[in-house]
Nanobody
Framework: QVQLVESGGGLVEAGGSLRLSCVAS????????MGWFRQVPGKEREFVAA????????IYAEAVKGRFTISRDNAKNTVDLQMNMLKPEDTGDYYC????????????????WGQGTQVTVSI
């Protein structure tokens, strides 16, 4: 089992930037693919980005390509999401996720979830 704790959410104006971070504990971090999802009330949780165990392979949702960057530091057990050029539609609760398989993270069925951090982008 892996415990995931997100941080870095907050309120930002449209066009601004935020950096989310997720710290993992409990098992060897480097054996897990990692990802970020987001959810707004009344809607299903949606995939944002994922990264494989080594950090070489990344996947992004079309809505965030070119604006968001996912990265990881296996020495620090962290995965970050740098969010630039934020839009009001990026508002939501952002969740960190992990699974041994990148495919499971990408399809939204990871083994582990964090508790979430809130991001609000104002007009």
């Amino acid at each position: 089992q892996v415990q995931l704790v997100e941080s870095g959410g907050g309120l930002v104006e449209a066009g601004g930037s935020l950096r989310l971070s997720c710290v993992a504990s409990g098992r060897t971090f480097s054996i897990y693919a990692m990802g970020w999802f987001r959810q707004v009330p009344g809607k299903e949780r949606e995939f944002v980005a994922a990264i494989n165990r080594s950090g070489i392979t990344t996947i992004y949702a079309e809505a965030v390509k070119g604006r968001f960057t996912i990265s990881r530091d296996n020495a620090k057990n962290t995965v970050d999401l740098q969010m630039n050029m934020l839009k009001p539609e990026d508002t939501g609760d952002y969740y960190c996720a992990s699974d041994p398989q990148l495919s499971a993270v990408h399809r939204g069925t990871p083994a582990n979830w964090g508790q979430g951090t809130q991001v609000t982008v104002s007009i």
